[in-house]
């Protein structure tokens, strides 16, 4: 089945600066590739995603990029925020499916 | 909000009890997921209903079951409770099933947690 992997495990950023996540996949037949923000004590929410026809999404303060060859894809946030401190899950799903698999999440920490 | 709701936002009960988790999905959404969140496996998808039949299995142990009832709200069974199980329980619904080659978006809930004392 597939496998993603999610790395740093941890990230500590200063307020302004960018913060960057990284996530690779093992199943070439994964198409869709979603990224989730946790809170403490609530349920993952969808802050962006990308799919395997397209290289590169942005949306305001967020990107996302896909390296199909490579099978990574990574999640880039600039001018940080206090807000933007959570959990980051990163997630791939198989064509013609709808099973979500999880990377390990990374915990953000915005300081002031 | 999501507009995913489930009931209860925490759950306590001791080893070998059964407890029911419900979820309603968003409205106009046909496909509920189930997922498991703990410390140390993660987030991990156990089942996905359409229209009330089901449609995938993932790591969901034979003590626990589901189903989707006509209103199309699920509910997750777990029974024989074992003092691993105390973990976050979140579910998710989506728009159809993810098959014809698009996947759809899913919204997840508050999540239900479960401690098994």
């Known amino acids: 089945g597939e496998n993603v992997e999610q790395h740093p495990s941890t990230l500590s950023v200063q307020e302004g600066d960018s913060a960057v996540i990284k996530c690779t996949y093992s199943?070439?037949?994964?198409?869709?590739f979603p990224w989730y923000k946790q809170e403490l004590g609530k349920g993952p929410q969808l802050i962006i995603d990308?799919?395997?026809?397209?290289g590169e999404k942005k949306d305001q303060r967020i990107a996302v990029t896909l390296n199909k060859t490579a099978k990574h894809f990574s999640l880039h946030i600039t001018e940080t925020q206090p807000e933007d401190s959570a959990v980051y899950f990163c997630?791939?799903?198989?064509?013609?499916?709808?099973?979500?698999?999880f990377g390990g999440g990374t915990r953000v920490l915005v300081k002031p | 909000d999501s507009g995913v709701t489930q009931t209860p936002k925490h759950l306590i009960t001791a080893t070998g009890q059964r407890v029911t988790l419900r979820c309603s999905p968003r409205?106009?959404?046909?496909?509920v997921y189930w997922y498991q969140q703990s410390l140390d496996q993660g987030l991990q998808f156990l089942i996905q209903?359409?229209?009330?039949?089901?449609?995938a299995k993932g790591n969901i142990l034979e003590r626990f079951s589901a189903q989707q009832f006509p209103d199309l709200h699920s509910e997750l069974n777990l029974s024989s409770l074992e003092l691993g199980d105390s973990a976050l329980y979140f579910c998710?619904?989506?728009?159809?099933?993810?098959?014809?080659?698009?996947?759809?978006?899913?919204?997840f809930g508050p999540g239900t947690r479960l401690t098994v004392l």
């Open positions: 998710a619904s989506s728009v159809a099933t993810g098959s014809g080659g698009r996947t759809d978006t899913q919204y």
């Open positions: 199943d070439s037949a994964s198409n869709y």
């Open positions: 990308i799919r395997s026809n397209v």
């Open positions: 997630a791939a799903v198989k064509a013609a499916g709808n099973k979500l698999t």
């Open positions: 409205s106009g959404d046909l496909s």
């Open positions: 209903y359409y229209n009330g039949e089901e449609r």
